[in-house]
C-alpha cells in the first residue's frame, strides 16, 4: 500500500532522514519505533509533503506521493493524527469532528457524514456523552480518541499516527492502541503507528522497523524486534545487566 | 507443498523491496557494530548511506574465508556475546575452523529456513526424520534437527556413522526421511544390500541430501537403490548453515531463499559477474542475520543461477547443483581439473560403483593421477581383458573430457575408505 524508497529528508542543510527505504501492504499495522530525534516526525511530515527538501520514491499504491501537495495526499487516503493531538481546544468535541469530516462535505455535499458519526461515536462512545463540551476541557486520552476520530471521519485508507501515547497513563495508553487495532480490523484501515513506546507499539503492529539517527537499523515482525536485545535495551526499557 | 506460501511465492517486485531494505538496515548494522566492515567500507570508499538499490552491491567489498580466518574467533559477531546463544563452526573441510554465533532469533529465522527446504523436500509432519549429519560444531545435524522439529516431524537425532544401528533404527522405527550426506546415503544402500536386507524392509519415501557436491547420476544411484526421492539442498555455515536453498520435488536445482539472502555469481578470477546463467563463485550476502551478518561472502562454491520459473510455483530464482568449489579445483599439468568432472565420466560408465579417489603425485617434473575405481566383482573376477578394455574406456573418456591423461587403477569393492561425513575423493601426494 505504502513503499518508500531511499527516502531522504532534512531541515535546510541537516540531514534527517538517511536512505530510508519501508513498505506496509493492505491492513497492515506497521510501527516505526526509535528516540527522539530518531526522523519519526520527519518521516510521516515526509509522506504527507510537509517537507521542502526530501528525496526518494514514495508510492502509495501506484500513485507516486513526491511531487504532489499534502492536500492531495490527504485526499487520496492518507490521514494523519499529529503529534500532541492538535485539536482545537476553544471548540466543542462535535466542531472538532466536522472539521474532520470537512472532504466528505466538500467531495459528497456530506452525504454519509451522518453515518460516519455514528460510527465514531459506537467506536469512541465516551466521544458522544462529551459532543457538546469544549474539545479543551477533555482529559489527555480523551483528546487523544478525538483526534484519532477526527482523522478517522476523513475516510482514510491509511492512518499516519504520530506518538499516540505521548502523555498517557498506561491504562489509558492501553485503550487507546486498543482503538487503534479496531480500526484495522473493522474498517480495514492500514496504520502506520510511530513510536517512542516500543512496548505498546510492537504488541498490536505487524512488524516494526527500528530508526536510528535517521537510518534504519532493523526491521522485521513485531515478534523478533521483542526479542532482539539491542530493542529490549534501548526501547524497552529492560535492565539487561540485572 | 509451501512452508511460508507468502514468503515463498511472493510478488518479485514485492521481495525487491524488502530485500533493499534489509539489506540497507543489515549494512547499517554491520558498519555501527563490526569493526571489520567499518574498515573495509572506509577503505574502499563506501557508506552504507551509497547503497540505494540492489545493483549496488556490487559495489561493497567482498568477504574471504581468510577475512574471517583474521578475525578468529569473534571479530566478525555484529552483537555482544551475550546476545549469542550458539555457536558452530566451519566444517573445515579445507584449512582452519571458523566460528560462527547465533542469537534466539537467528536461531528462529534458521529453523524456519530449514523448514521451508524440508517442506518443499517432500517432508511434513506426519514424516519420521532420521537425521544421519553429525551433530555438533557442525551447522548439519542441529540446522536440519531444528527445521523438522519445527514443520513437527518426528526427529530421530541419529547423528553421523555406526551404519548399522542406523539401519536398524531406520528399520525399526519406520524412518520415512533420511537426511545425510548423498555418499553416506550411498554407503547406507550398500549396507543394506550386503545385509540382504530388502527396500521392502524401508519406509523411506524422502531423502534430503546436502553438504557435498553429487551428481545426477549419484541421484539416481540413490534413489533407485533406497526407493525414495532424493532432493539436494545447499548451505554453509558461514552464512548461516544448511537454509539457503533446497530442490522442491520437481528436482530442477535448488530453490534460493531470496528474502532471506542475495546471491551473486561471479568469475572467481577476474572478480566481475560471471554472464547469466554461467558457471562461477557463488557469492552471498545475509539479509536478516543478527549475530553473524555476512556481506558479499565468497562461498568458494560453483554453481550458476536459473532465473526461469519452476513448475512448483515458487517465485525466487533457483542455483543448479554446487559442481565443485574453487579450491578443490586441482590444477594438473597446467590444467584446471574438478572432481566432479571426474566423477560424472565415472557414472557414464557401466559396471563402475559410485566410488572412487584421485591420487595426485609428482614423479620429477611431472604431475601424475591415478583415479582409484572401484568395480562390481563379476568384473573384477573376469578374465584381464575385459578389465584391460574398461581401463582403456575409462582412460579415453576423462581425456576427452579433462584434456589430460591419467592412469587408471580398478579397485575391489571397498577398498576406498567409506566416511561417516564428506567422502575424501583427492589426495594430494605432490609437494609443490
New interface residues.
Given amino acids: 500500500m505504502l ?1 518508500i ?2 527516502l531522504e529528508a532534512g531541515y535546510g542543510s541537516l540531514r534527517v532522514l ?2 530510508v ?3 506496509i501492504g493492505p491492513r497492515e499495522i506497521v510501527t516505526v519505533i526509535g528516540a527522539n530525534g530518531a526522523g519519526k516526525t520527519t518521516l510521516l511530515k515526509a509522506i504527507l509533503g510537509l517537507m521542502d527538501s526530501r528525496r526518494g520514491e514514495i508510492f502509495f499504491g501506484e500513485q507516486e506521493l513526491q511531487t504532489l501537495p499534502t492536500e492531495r495526499i490527504v485526499s487520496l487516503g492518507c490521514s494523519l493524527v499529529p503529534e500532541g493531538r492538535q485539536i482545537f481546544a476553544p471548540m466543542t468535541v462535535r466542531e472538532n469532528l466536522v472539521l474532520g469530516a470537512y472532504l466528505l462535505y466538500r467531495n459528497r455535499k456530506g452525504e454519509g457524514v451522518e453515518e460516519d458519526f455514528e460510527r465514531v461515536y459506537t467506536l469512541f462512545p465516551r466521544l458522544k456523552e462529551r459532543e457538546r463540551q469544549l474539545a479543551g476541557t477533555l482529559s489527555g486520552g480523551e483528546q487523544q480518541m478525538l483526534a484519532i476520530a477526527r482523522a478517522f471521519l476523513s475516510r482514510p485508507r491509511m492512518l499516519l499516527l504520530d506518538e499516540p501515547s505521548m502523555g498517557l497513563a498506561p491504562m489509558m495508553v492501553r485503550e487507546i492502541f486498543a482503538h487503534i487495532s479496531r480500526l484495522r480490523k473493522e474498517f480495514g484501515i492500514t496504520i502506520l503507528l510511530v513510536e517512542q513506546n516500543a512496548r505498546a507499539a510492537l504488541s498490536i503492529a505487524d512488524r516494526g ?1 527500528v530508526l ?1 539517527t535517521g ?6 515482525p513485531s515478534e ?1 524486534l521483542l ?4 530493542v529490549q535495551r534501548a526501547y524497552l526499557g529492560r535492565d ?1 545487566n540485572g | 507443498m509451501y512452508w511460508e506460501p507468502d514468503k515463498e511465492l511472493m510478488d518479485v517486485e ?1 521481495r525487491e ?2 530485500q ?3 539489506l ?2 543489515t549494512l ?2 554491520v558498519y ?1 557494530h563490526v569493526p571489520y566492515y567499518r574498515k573495509k567500507f572506509d577503505e574502499a570508499g563506501i557508506s ?2 551509497d ?2 538499490s540492489l545493483a549496488d552491491l556490487s559495489r561493497l567489498p567482498f568477504t574471504a574465508k581468510e577475512d574471517l580466518r583474521e578475525n578468529y574467533p569473534y571479530g566478525m559477531f555484529a ?2 556475546m ?2 549469542v546463544v550458539r555457536i558452530h563452526a566451519s566444517s573445515g573441510t579445507t584449512g582452519t575452523s571458523t566460528v560462527v554465533g547465533y ?3 537467528d536461531i ?2 534458521w529453523s524456519n529456513l530449514v523448514a521451508r527446504i524440508l517442506t518443499a523436500g517432500g517432508v511434513t509432519k506426519d514424516d519420521v526424520v532420521q537425521i544421519a549429519f553429525g551433530y555438533g560444531l557442525f551447522t548439519g545435524g542441529f540446522g536440519l534437527h531444528y527445521g523438522a522439529e519445527r514443520i513437527g516431524a518426528s526427529v530421530i537425532p541419529a547423528s553421523s556413522g555406526h551404519t548399522q544401528r542406523q539401519i536398524k533404527i531406520m528399520v525399526d522405527y519406520k524412518t520415512t526421511a533420511l537426511v545425510a550426506t548423498p555418499s553416506y546415503a550411498l554407503l547406507v544402500a550398500e549396507t543394506l544390500r550386503d545385509a540382504g536386507i530388502p527396500m521392502s524392509a524401508l519406509s523411506l519415501k524422502y531423502g534430503l541430501f546436502g553438504a557435498e557436491p553429487w551428481s545426477d547420476r549419484m541421484r539416481k544411484e540413490i534413489q533407485d537403490r533406497l526407493g525414495i526421492i532424493a532432493t539436494d539442498n545447499y548451505g554453509l555455515s558461514e552464512v548461516i548453515g544448511p537454509g539457503v536453498s533446497g530442490e522442491c520435488l520437481e528436482q530442477r536445482g535448488l530453490h534460493i531463499n531470496e528474502d532471506h539472502f542475495l546471491v551473486e555469481v561471479i568469475d572467481p578470477d577476474t572478480l566481475s559477474p560471471a554472464p547469466p546463467g554461467e558457471i562461477g563463485e557463488l557469492v552471498i550476502t545475509t539479509l ?1 542475520k ?1 549475530a553473524f551478518p555476512m556481506i558479499r561472502y565468497r562461498t568458494r562454491d560453483l554453481t550458476s543461477i536459473l532465473s526461469d520459473a519452476c513448475p512448483c510455483g515458487r517465485t525466487g530464482r533457483r542455483m543448479t547443483r554446487v559442481t565443485g568449489r574453487t579450491d578443490d579445483m586441482l590444477i594438473i599439468k597446467g590444467v584446471n581439473v574438478f572432481p566432479s568432472q571426474i566423477e560424472a565420466v565415472l557414472f557414464e560408465i557401466e559396471g563402475t560403483e559410485p566410488h572412487y579417489q584421485i591420487v595426485i603425485d609428482r614423479k620429477g617434473a611431472m604431475d601424475e593421477v591415478t583415479v582409484l575405481v572401484e568395480v562390481s566383482e563379476s568384473i573384477f573376477f573376469d578374465q584381464m581383458r575385459r578389465q584391460k578394455e574398461m581401463v582403456e574406456l575409462i582412460r579415453k573418456r576423462l581425456a576427452q573430457e579433462l584434456g589430460i591423461s591419467v592412469e587408471i587403477k580398478l579397485v575391489e569393492k571397498k577398498t576406498i575408505a567409506r566416511t561417516d561425513g564428506k567422502a575424501v575423493r583427492v589426495i594430494d601426494k605432490r609437494k609443490l
Fill in positions: 513503499r524508497k531511499n538517511r536512505k527505504s519501508m513498505h522497523y536510528e537510518r534504519v537499523v532493523l526491521q522485521g523478533d526479542a532482539n536485545r539491542d539487561l | 514485492e523491496q524488502l533493499l531494505e534489509r540497507q538496515s547499517n548494522r555501527a552504507p548511506e547503497v540505494g552483537v555482544p551475550r546476545e542469537t534466539r532469533n528462529r529465522t536478516t543478527e
